[in-house]
């Protein structure tokens, strides 16, 4: 689980301009997310039986955005987009695919998530397909509530729609039909979470990471997994196909 500690790096990295200062707050902040993801995974794995997925990463990632509001000697980076990775003659919708994919690299960008998109079609042909539909089935219900499509597509954390997508429909779940169903409920169901969430997190102005898609897919897994469901993954292989 210390891929926790990486993405909380890419998370200052992100943010925050590199220099000895935020050299140091990484560091610090990593070796919060080691305690912390070694503590949490000890009690989810004793008391409930599930992974602790990326919940250190959200914990200590928003710690560091509030407590960077104290920090004056910090010099923030993300809000200087980075155009010369985007492709301008995009249509919006796949503008929004595509820097969905690249938000899971913390870059939200159209080459970066073209990147991210082939490397995912090479590794999984299953995981490819959840992803893709996952995305299109939460913004299309986004929409409908939002009444705004352009709202919708533009909305940075739609990258939850794919995680749970995933997670689900290729991880957790042995790949299948009723597997896939599972995993678009889980995908319609972050739509409230989701909004829910980021009307109480934009209050102290920080971004609600992956908070959706770790209370769907470990609220999934732990009633699947006790109400007896015959496809939950109790040995996760390399892919799903080889699952």
Do not use: C, M
Not at 84 to 113: E, K, M, Q, R, T
Request: glycine residues 6%.
């Amino acid at each position: 689980y210390t891929y926790n500690s990486l993405l909380v790096g890419f998370a200052i990295g992100y943010l925050f301009r590199i220099t000895p200062l935020s050299i140091f707050l990484t560091i610090g902040a990593s070796i919060l997310t080691v305690l912390l993801s070694y503590t949490l995974f000890t009690l989810f794995n004793y008391y409930l039986r599930l992974p602790v997925l990326n919940i250190p990463f959200t914990i200590v990632s928003s710690i560091i955005y509030l407590a960077a509001v104290k920090y004056s000697a910090l010099f923030v980076d993300a809000s200087y987009s980075k155009d010369v990775l985007n492709i301008a003659s995009l249509p919006p919708v796949l503008h929004g695919f595509f820097s969905s994919f690249g938000v899971l690299l913390f870059s939200p960008y159209d080459i970066i998530g073209i990147v991210v998109i082939v490397a995912i079609l090479l590794y999984s042909r299953i995981i490819f397909l959840l992803s893709v539909v996952s995305y299109f089935v939460g913004i299309s219900i986004f929409a409908l509530l939002k009444g705004s499509y352009s709202q919708a597509i533009s909305d940075i954390s739609s990258f939850n729609f794919i995680l749970i997508g995933i997670a689900l429909g290729g991880i957790f779940l042995i790949p299948s039909k009723r597997s896939y169903i599972l995993a678009l409920t889980g995908v319609i169901i972050s739509v409230f979470i989701l909004d829910a969430v980021s009307v109480f997190w934009s209050t102290f102005g920080i971004p609600i990471f992956t908070l959706p898609f770790n209370l769907v897919v470990l609220l999934f897994v732990y009633v699947l997994r006790n109400v007896g469901y015959p496809k939950v993954n109790n040995f996760i292989k390399e892919s799903p196909e080889e699952s």
